[in-house]
Nanobody
C-alpha cells in the first residue's frame, strides 16, 4: 500500500504561480510513475503531468509550456510547478502513483485561479 499526501494548493491570481508537493508514505517503494491529475467542477479527471523513475515526462495539452513536473526517487516525492496560471486551471489536483499494476491517489488539493 502507498499513501500519498499532497500540499501546496490555494488561491492565486491569473498569471501567478503555485507549487504542489506530494509525498508517498513509503520511501522504500520503487514507484514507476508519479504525477498529477485534476478535476474541475462538472468535469472529468484529466492528466496534468506524469513522470517516470527514468525522468521521462508527459504533459496534458492544456498545461504544456506552463507546468513542470519533477520527482525525487530517493524518497518518492513529486512536485508540480505551475506558472502563468489561468482561471481554467481551477480544479482539485490529485497526486497519482502507479506501482505493480496498481493506482494510488491522494486526497486532492484545491487550486483556485481568480482575480
Amino acid at each position: 500500500q502507498v499513501q500519498l499526501v499532497e500540499s501546496g494548493g490555494g488561491l492565486v491570481q491569473p498569471g501567478g504561480s503555485l507549487r504542489l508537493s506530494c509525498a508517498a508514505s513509503r520511501s522504500d517503494s520503487s514507484i514507476t510513475i508519479m504525477g498529477w491529475f485534476r478535476q474541475a467542477p462538472g468535469g472529468q479527471r484529466e492528466l496534468v503531468a506524469s513522470i517516470f523513475r527514468s525522468g521521462l515526462t508527459n504533459y496534458g495539452d492544456a498545461v504544456k509550456g506552463r507546468f513542470t513536473v519533477t520527482r525525487n526517487n530517493a524518497n518518492n516525492t513529486v512536485w508540480l510547478q505551475m506558472t502563468a496560471l489561468k482561471p481554467e486551471d481551477t480544479a482539485v489536483y490529485y497526486c497519482h502513483a502507479y506501482e505493480l499494476a496498481r493506482d494510488y491517489w491522494g486526497q486532492g488539493t484545491q487550486v483556485t485561479v481568480s482575480p
